[in-house]
């Protein structure tokens, strides 16, 4: 971490946590101000946590995006929702963001349990509040203010921007105070080998139907810059457990993977601003989500 020069008065750690498809990542890439974590209509894209930085004249908010808490079952997943605790605990302030439009949950009840009993700072968060009436609003938020009382709920709308600036200044007001702990004009820590490992699943998950995506993963095998032309050169490993599956993401006459690779590589040249060769291969792994030394090695 860098220290910072003088100007700041508050920074820290604030963990985005939540039931899956709540919209924890829009609201993280809201809040940022840019694209930082993927974003799919599917639940569990998250598989890792994710971090975006915001630096205000007064605070810097590092936000940690993390996947959705469930009940798991298998390895991989058990690990999501462990970085989510992990995360959780780590953290200096807890934004706890729920459905609007699904209500408030038994899985959100739990987790509400859990926050009340920690010592986290929590906002919560009302999260798609532009798919609700704002009659129907209400009883949410009373409900809520009895399973976390004395916390903030606020009703947004990470898609539309409604509240997000109030979200914002709600967590930077309850970090601790301190000085910036990255340079002001730092948006993630993230790799670029990471990011384009999620922009490349991130078209796998929106490309491919029913449980292929959940089935699959991206390993980075190459990734140099070509300063010479303004390139960046990246191949990479679409991993999947099935046969069947590789024809899936491949499609007729390749025509799938094609297209997962465009759309990848457009949104690789407008977050790294130049231009990049992506080059895509299928690969059958069978069991590679149930063997732990595979997925240390694909960061899992």
């Known amino acids: 971490m860098t220290a910072s020069a003088p100007g700041t008065s508050r920074a820290g750690t604030v963990a985005i946590i939540g039931r899956p498809n709540v919209g924890k990542s829009t609201l993280l890439n809201a809040l940022v101000g840019t694209k930082v974590a993927i974003v799919t ?98 009883p949410l938020m009373a ?11 606020i009703p947004a709308s990470a898609r539309t921007g409604e509240n997000v600036e109030v979200v914002l200044r709600a967590a930077a007001a309850a970090l601790p105070a301190g000085a910036r702990l990255h ?38 095998e190459e990734l140099r810059e070509v300063p010479a032309r303004g390139l960046t050169v990246v191949r ?17 006459g390749g025509a799938r993977l094609r297209e997962i690779g465009t759309r990848a590589r457009l949104a690789l040249e407008e977050l790294l ?4 060769f992506l080059e895509l291969f299928v690969r059958v792994e069978p069991g590679w989500a149930t063997n732990p030394r595979r997925l240390r090695e694909l960061g899992l």
Do not use: C, W
């Open 236 to 252: 990479a490993s679409i991993l999947v457990e099935r046969e069947s599956h590789k024809g899936i993401v491949i499609g007729k």
């Open 183 to 220: 340079p002001e004009d730092e948006y993630t820590t993230e790799t670029v080998r990471f990011l384009v490992q999620e922009m490349v699943r991130e078209q796998l998950f929106l490309q491919t139907d029913e449980e292929v995506p959940y089935g699959t993963a991206v390993e980075v």
């Open 41 to 138: 209509p599917k639940p569990q894209t998250t598989r890792n946590r994710v971090v975006g930085i915001r630096t205000l004249p007064d605070a810097q908010l590092v936000f940690v995006d993390t996947p959705g808490i469930h009940a798991a079952r298998s390895l991989l997943n058990r690990r999501m929702v462990d970085v989510a605790t992990r995360a959780r605990a780590d953290a200096d302030v807890v934004l706890f963001v729920l459905d609007a439009a699904a209500g408030v949950t038994p899985g959100d009840r739990e987790i509400a349990a859990d926050l009340a009993a920690s010592r986290a700072t929590t906002v919560v968060v009302l999260n798609k509040r532009d798919r609700v009436r704002p009659p129907a609003l209400l």
């Open 143 to 153: 409900a809520l203010g009895t399973l976390l009382p004395g916390r903030e709920v």
């Open 273 to 276: 601003g130049g231009r990049v």
